[in-house]
């Protein structure tokens, strides 16, 4: 896979990696409405920290590798010969894909976010 708002997802990218190369949410955005739209896809501050602390537990891990499996990680679809086929397809493996970034960089965010909060309460008793 390369090229596209995604060009360093590889299919069996470990968590951890996906996490460190995440895109920004403007471009997941574009992923997903590549026109503008008054949408906004940003979870909110307490909801990046929330998934963040989830996916440090041994459940959570487990379930975020899935939705990782089933979405960044996913193979593309095979495809025929067909040019409309290939562009359908390719549509709905971008479609997949963004969902699973968008995780992945609220994860990722959440936990820049509780880092900083704790640097903050570190400087703050110090």
Known sequence: MSGGPFPFARPMMA?????????TWEGLNQAFFPSK??????PGDDMKQVLFHFYNTQEGRRIIEWMADLTVRAPFPHVGN???????AAAKHEARTAVGYALLRAIAEGEQLWTQQR????????
């Open 15 to 23: 968590i951890d990696q996906l996490l460190a190369g995440t895109p």
């Open 37 to 42: 739209t008054a949408d906004n896809f940003d």
């Open 82 to 88: 067909l040019m409309e086929g290939a562009a359908l």
């Open 119 to 126: 640097s903050q309460t570190h400087e703050a008793s110090s």
